[in-house]
Nanobody
Framework: QVQLVESGGGLVQPGGSLRLSCAASGSAFAINPMGWFRQAPGKQREFVAT???????NYAHSMKDRFTISRDNAKNTVYLQMNSLKPDDTAIYYC?????????WGEGTLVTVSS
């Protein structure tokens, strides 16, 4: 079992920045990849970004220029730096991890972009 705990969500004005963190614990060895998905009100969950233990990244096209994913393997933690935030980025952001053939999800952290 892997437990994922997100932090860093909140209210931010349009154009602002936030940094999300997700720490994995439990049987957290060999997690590959880790990443983020999000779900906006009334919409399906969508892919944001993933990163492998070797640092290879993959982004949703619409977020690639504004979001940066990074990872600290020693801490089993993944980060999402979000810049130039827009109201359309308002969503619950979920941490994701895959290990030993199983997908794990965090409970989510709410990001609200509003003036």
């Amino acid at each position: 079992q892997v437990q994922l705990v997100e932090s860093g969500g909140g209210l931010v004005q349009p154009g602002g920045s936030l940094r999300l963190s997700c720490a994995a614990s439990g049987s957290a060895f060999a997690i590959n990849p880790m990443g983020w998905f999000r779900q906006a009100p009334g919409k399906q969950r969508e892919f944001v970004a993933t990163i492998t233990s070797g640092g290879n990244t993959n982004y949703a096209h619409s977020m690639k220029d504004r979001f940066t994913i990074s990872r600290d393997n020693a801490k089993n933690t993944v980060y999402l730096q979000m810049n130039s935030l827009k109201p359309d980025d308002t969503a619950i952001y979920y941490c994701y991890a895959h290990t030993l053939g199983t997908d794990y999800w965090g409970e989510g952290t709410l990001v609200t972009v509003s003036s």
